[in-house]
């Protein structure tokens, strides 16, 4: 089993930064894949960025260039940097592992972000 729990959201002026924090703990060495998803009220739930076990990252479009995927190895942890936060960025934010030993996604209990214009 994997536990995800987030942090870091908040309400933010569009223009603004938010870091957000994901801490992963319980069976890790099973996963294959971590990332960030977001989820507008009324919407479908969308990848925002991901991270694989090779280092490789991937983005959605409407990020790149403003948000930053990264981790701490050490502290078995995975951030989002977000600069320059547009009113459409404002979602609940949910970190995502994914074990392709177990083909199970763990989800975290989501994160609220707010940009106000």
């Known amino acids: 089993q994997v536990r995800l729990v987030e942090s870091g959201g908040g309400l933010v002026q569009a223009g603004g930064s938010l870091r957000l924090s994901c801490a992963a703990s319980?069976?890790?060495?099973?996963?294959?894949?971590m990332g960030w998803y977001r989820q507008a009220p009324g919407k479908q739930r969308d990848l925002v960025a991901t991270?694989?076990?090779?280092?490789?990252?991937n983005y959605a479009d409407s990020v790149k260039g403003r948000f930053t995927i990264s981790r701490d190895n050490a502290k078995n942890t995975v951030y989002l940097q977000m600069n320059n936060l547009k009113p459409e960025d404002t979602a609940v934010y949910y970190c995502?592992?994914?074990?392709?030993?177990?083909?199970?996604?763990?989800w975290g209990q989501g994160t609220q972000v707010t940009v106000s214009s």
């Open positions: 995502n592992a994914y074990s392709s030993r177990y083909d199970k996604d763990y």
């Open positions: 319980g069976y890790i060495v099973s996963i294959n894949y």
């Open positions: 991270f694989t076990n090779g280092g490789t990252t």
